[in-house]
């Protein structure tokens, strides 16, 4: 992979180099509850704000110190970096003992400093779901949720307000890059509740979509900032379910969101566009088969891409993996092509989740998402280089495929781009116990070429599965635990020390085993053995014994090929759970 050409030069905290193409952007601390964000300048200069576990929100770019941005002894949550031009804006709820919780926004101009901060509001009780948009004119829109009572109320009646909070969403615009504000508007004001903010910039305006309730009735309303600093009433777009996800993006010149929902007990994905003054609607065929989990949504000129994660909205006998799927239009979101499943591997067994979108230039379409395919979680990518037509034949690994476990985020999209070029930022746990992550950022290739090894053939990948699966039993016949133990996956042996394992092993014995079956799909096989156990006399605490005499049964488990061989999935039968994550 090619690298970027940053100059270290003398830091006073550098970042830890790891890979041609990847930076470790925490030296110390990281906290994975504060999801981080990620913004790139139009000059394509990347900035991460991230969280530590003192509550701090920090900022930091590839070829600079890490820099704190909320006050002493604050907290922050639910913070947003987004970049317009080569303006940067940092947003987030700052808390502190002894003061209620605010609104705060720094901004970043090029040559210069990061701004004082500003409060933007703390008496609408704002709550950590924080939106900002804008532009490089200098326009800045922020919006976030709050659940200020209606008027002044008594003691009692604060509480049962607590109780039931009064939700809706607040506003507040600049034309100046942020030095000077308007008035803070109720935005969902004349409804009886507004929760789900989306919003976008179209033609030079602010526009937010949200769910809004009144009289027992869900609508989609829109909200248009105005001429001065202030925003329209709220329009109803449709009536419609609840509303699970959101995202807006501006398309022709006009706003255009995407939602997706549930009408009682069945889901539905939808869309609306405005076209000549009137809202079209449309709902996508077939969308009550998903049950989508994390959305994302672009757009430039008359293309509109979506992608999504979903797994299936119906019950099944096995688990229920989320898949990424993909769709776009090209009339500016009235109409779409059909969705269809978009990672280019051919086992559905291990998912793939959390897409990811960013647009280049020349129709440069990118698409990154969370996948198991390796068993642990990898990051890959695709890339279109006419505007989503067509796609590399095959996806591309961020990093070494199969060796660490690398997290994305939902509901957020840390995938951005600059001309030709792309960041993301995930999170990689250092060992299989998932305890401790540090946060990466990753610089993806302009041309981007990976060719998958061949591996062995399947005759011979299937004799050495069953060669595996005859040691692991013939170990529990002789009765040769940490044999058995070193052929338990990783994250088990992880989490459970050899000598605890063996140390409750041995009640139970094995008599014999037979291989009836082993079927791979990938790097997951299932494999039927039949065997003979049997359970010598056990005292019982309460008195009396416990046995079993020899009993013929049979056993359907699951060994997974990681780190170069296979072994045996650890499942807890009890529990019903397993440490894996495919």
């Known amino acids: 992979m090619r690298s970027l050409m940053w100059a270290a030069g003398v830091l006073i905290s550098p970042l830890l180099f790891a890979a041609p193409s990847e930076w470790r952007v925490n030296p110390d601390s990281f906290n994975p509850r504060l999801t981080p964000r990620l913004a790139v300048t139009h000059s394509g200069k990347p900035f991460v704000a991230y969280g530590d576990h003192q509550g701090r929100l920090l900022v930091r770019q590839p070829d600079s110190s890490v820099q704190t941005l909320t006050s002493p002894r604050a907290k922050a949550a639910g913070f947003v970096l987004e970049s317009f031009g080569e303006r940067l804006y940092a947003a987030w709820l700052e808390g502190q003992a002894g003061s209620a919780p605010t609104v705060k926004l720094r901004s970043l101009e090029a040559g210069s400093a990061w701004s004082e901060p500003v409060a933007l509001d703390s008496a609408s009780r704002p709550l950590p779901r924080i939106r900002v948009s804008g532009d490089s004119a200098g326009q800045v829109a922020v919006v976030w949720l709050g659940d200020a009572p209606d008027g002044p109320r008594s003691g009692t009646e604060e509480s049962s307000a607590q109780a039931t909070p009064n939700y809706h969403l607040y506003g507040r615009r600049s034309a100046d890059g942020g030095r000077t504000w308007g008035e803070v508007s109720r935005l969902t004001a004349g409804y009886d509740i507004g929760f789900w903010p989306a919003l976008t910039m179209a033609a030079g305006r602010a526009h937010l979509f949200a769910d809004a309730r009144l009289d027992g009735e869900t609508r989609l ?172 034949e095959q996806d591309v690994p961020a990093d070494a495929p199969g060796r660490f476990e690398d997290v994305l985020f939902p509901f957020v999209d840390n995938l951005r781009a600059s001309g030709h070029h792309f960041w993301l930022i995930g999170s990689r746990y250092r060992t299989d116990d998932l305890a401790i992550p540090d946060l990466y950022l990753y610089a993806l290739p302009a041309e981007s070429t990976f060719s998958a090894s061949s591996g062995q053939n399947p005759a011979a990948e299937k004799a050495r599965l069953e060669a595996r699966v005859a040691d692991f039993w013939g170990a529990l016949v002789k009765g040769d635990y940490e044999a058995a133990y070193a052929l338990f996956d990783p994250y088990f042996r992880r989490r459970m020390p050899v000598t605890d394992y063996v140390g409750q092993s041995g009640r139970v014995k094995q008599r014999d085993f037979k291989i009836l079956d082993a079927q791979i799909e990938g790097k997951v096989a299932r494999v039927a053995v039949e065997f003979t156990y049997e359970i010598p006399a056990l005292k019982l605490p309460r008195g009396g014994t416990y046995s079993k005499p020899p009993t013929l049964t049979r056993s359907e488990e699951t060994w997974i090929f990681i780190d170069g061989d296979w072994y045996k999935e650890y499942r807890n039968e009890v529990g019903d759970f397993s440490f894996t994550r495919y």
């Not at 003054?277 to 757009?299: E, M, N, Q, R």
């Not at 051919?346 to 068993?375: E, I, K, S």
């Open 221 to 392: 309303v829109h909200v248009e900032a105005d001429g001065a600093l202030g925003w329209t009433e709220p329009e109803p777009v449709k009536t419609i379910g609840s509303v699970l996800l959101i995202e807006a993006a501006e398309a022709r010149g006009q706003p255009v969101v995407v939602w997706f929902g549930a009408y009682g007990n069945e889901y539905r994905l939808e869309s609306a566009v405005r076209e000549d003054g009137h809202w079209k609607t449309y709902a996508f065929p077939g969308s009550d088969a998903y049950d989508i989990g994390s959305l994302s949504l672009v757009a430039r000129d008359a293309h509109v891409y979506l992608a999504f994660s979903a797994r299936s909205a119906q019950q099944t006998r096995q688990p229920r993996k989320n898949h990424v799927y993909f769709t776009r239009s090209s009339d500016g979101g009235v109409s779409w092509e059909p969705i269809r499943p978009f990672r280019h591997y051919p086992f559905d067994v291990t998912q793939d989740t959390f897409p990811q979108m960013a647009l280049g230039q020349d129709g440069q379409v990118v698409v990154a998402w969370n996948d198991y395919r390796n068993l642990r979680g990898d990051l890959y990518y695709n890339r279109s280089a006419d505007a989503g037509s067509t796609w590399l």
